[in-house]
């Protein structure tokens, strides 16, 4: 019997898995897909020559993770690599603002859309060098985070108090407009809070924008050397050199409860495994709490608010082998590993208010990943492998092109609306379509199909938006890894902070298992002593 078992090997369930076996519990991690790590994976199936992720790409909140760098996965064989330049976002009339990892050429960029510019990018960093610890610890630990909190707030006084909390809580459209005259600023902005599923006008989006930028500026946006499962590698090995095991093509279907403790799990095949300390559950809140775990163990109250649990936005992408890298009109673009295509912030709220009518758009918001451009392992000298992802409605009421797209996304749907995306890049780059080789597309029931936490194609575990955040987050008042079964962790993206690759959610599960367990240990000996003493005197 393991002391714990971990449902799901995705990278949050890895990295509790790694953390518990670190502290010397024997740990066994289910995982229902035929191969671990979860939306980390990449395969050679758009062509043999080519290595194509699958999900995601691209790591700043990786490079920036205290939680991923003490695991010291380099040790395991992991490398990154980065692309001369982070980001670019090019405009159909020529100009391109570049994201750079030097700062003087980030600014230069800027610079060249409106004088001061480039200064006011500065700013903004010098602003970000006096949070970045604080944030980034605050970020990295349950909620709330009270010593990480504590020194959150006395750096957020030196940055200027509550003029600092009020700029990361405005909406990135208007932040732009505040701190940038031109609107290269206001490009980077606002492209990396639509990373998330955030509109330009909504609150909030300003400080996600300005996070994910700064990231980038620090960090880069890095990949693992050979494509994004080599870090899924890296922590599968290092759990195995600890003993612990990762069994694939395992569902697990049920926690099992006694006495209002889980004590194991089931799975479709009718195993039963047992847990002799804790269950980490790396799955989606609603598929813990609406699935996994059965309604009679679980408050009522928790039961309502999960009805009104928020998805991110439904994801649609597709996969390319391109015999030469993509022909961009704007030449700084290919450099950058990331490129960000919409025609402007306008460009972007259209793209957002579509979204929110439930119209399929019909200029879709791409972000384009030059994959060999940023790691040249990744396909033959001379080519690209590449991808874009865009986003849709997930329940669709229509199409804002003439497609009639319906949301069905059967063969047809698919094939049409890869079409429309691959439009989008020819306007950023005539030709491109020209040097395709091999294509695959993957429209959000797919996604789902190939890891469940994806539902209907939604990326980060539920909606970025402040109303499902920090304490709020999957529902109000559930905002850290305890569950109301003992012994039940929430350790995915569901849970505080969210999406994006870093581990943190698997780690905090992690944590609070141990800190429980010694807890319950301690109470049980001083239970014990006690006992022996009122013996001893009678």
Not at 81 to 105: I, N, T
Not at 452 to 476: D, E, K, S, Y
Request: a neutral charge; aromatic letters at 6%; one cysteine or more.
């Amino acid at each position: 019997m393991p002391d714990a078992v971990v449902i799901g090997a995705g990278p949050n369930g890895l990295v509790a898995a790694n953390l518990l076996a670190d502290a010397g519990w024997s740990v066994e991690v289910l995982e229902a897909q035929d191969e671990p790590g979860g939306a980390v994976r990449h395969d050679r199936g758009v062509d043999p020559d080519f290595a194509s992720d699958l999900f995601s790409a691209f790591y700043p909140l990786a490079a920036a993770s205290p939680v991923l760098a003490g695991l010291h996965l380099e040790r395991e064989g992991l490398s990154w690599s980065h692309a001369p330049k982070v980001l670019a976002h090019p405009l159909r009339d020529g100009r391109c603002a570049v994201l750079s990892r030097d700062l003087e050429e980030t600014a230069a960029s800027l610079e060249a859309f409106a004088p001061g510019d480039g200064a006011a990018w500065k700013e903004l960093r010098e602003v970000w060098e006096t949070l970045r610890a604080g944030i980034l610890d605050a970020l990295f630990t349950p909620f709330p985070p009270v010593r990480a909190g504590a020194r959150l707030a006395l750096r957020l006084r030196a940055a200027g108090g509550l003029r600092m909390a009020r700029t990361m809580a405005l909406p990135v459209r208007r932040l732009g407009e505040e701190e940038f005259r031109g609107e290269g600023g206001r490009l980077l902005l606002a492209g990396n809070a639509l990373h998330a599923d955030l509109a330009p006008e909504a609150a909030g989006s300003g400080g996600f924008g300005w996070l994910m930028s700064m990231l980038g500026q620090t960090y880069g946006f890095p990949v693992p050397t050979g494509g994004s499962g080599a870090l899924t590698a890296a922590l599968v090995r290092r759990l195995t050199r600890r003993g612990g095991t990762v069994r694939c093509g395992e569902q697990v279907t049920e926690v099992v409860v006694r006495g209002g403790r889980a004590v194991g799990v089931r799975t479709a095949g009718g195993e039963g495994v047992p847990a002799r300390k804790a269950i980490l559950a790396d799955v989606s809140a609603p598929a813990l709490y609406g699935s996994l775990v059965a309604e009679r163990h679980l408050p009522g109250q928790l039961l309502t608010d999960l009805k009104r649990f928020q998805w991110d936005f439904a994801t649609f992408k597709v996969d390319w082998a391109l015999n030469s890298p993509a022909p961009w009109a704007c030449p700084e673009a290919a450099q950058a590993g990331t490129v960000h295509l919409a025609n402007g912030v306008d460009g972007l709220t259209r793209f957002a208010a579509q979204i929110a009518m439930g119209r399929v758009p019909d200029e879709p918001f791409a972000l384009f990943g030059q994959m060999t451009t940023t790691d040249p392992s990744r396909s033959p000298q001379g080519t690209e492998s590449a991808w874009a992802y865009t986003h849709v409605p997930h329940r669709v009421r229509g199409d804002a092109g003439n497609d009639g797209l319906t949301g069905s996304w059967d063969a047809r749907e698919q094939e049409t609306m890869a079409d429309r995306v691959e439009a989008q890049v020819e306007r950023y780059a005539p030709g491109f379509r020209g040097l395709i080789r091999g294509r695959r597309v993957l429209a959000p029931p797919t996604l789902q199909s190939m890891d469940a936490n994806l539902h209907g194609g939604a990326i980060n575990g539920g909606t970025t938006a402040l109303h499902q955040q920090f304490v709020l987050r999957p529902t109000p008042g559930a905002g850290r890894p305890e569950t109301p079964v003992a012994g039940l962790y929430l350790a995915s993206a569901s849970a505080h902070p969210g999406g994006g690759v870093h581990g943190a959610p698997g780690a905090n599960a992690a944590r609070a298992a141990l800190r429980r367990h010694r807890a319950g240990a301690l109470a049980g000996l001083q239970s014990r002593l006690h006992r022996r003493d009122r013996k001893g005197q009678r």
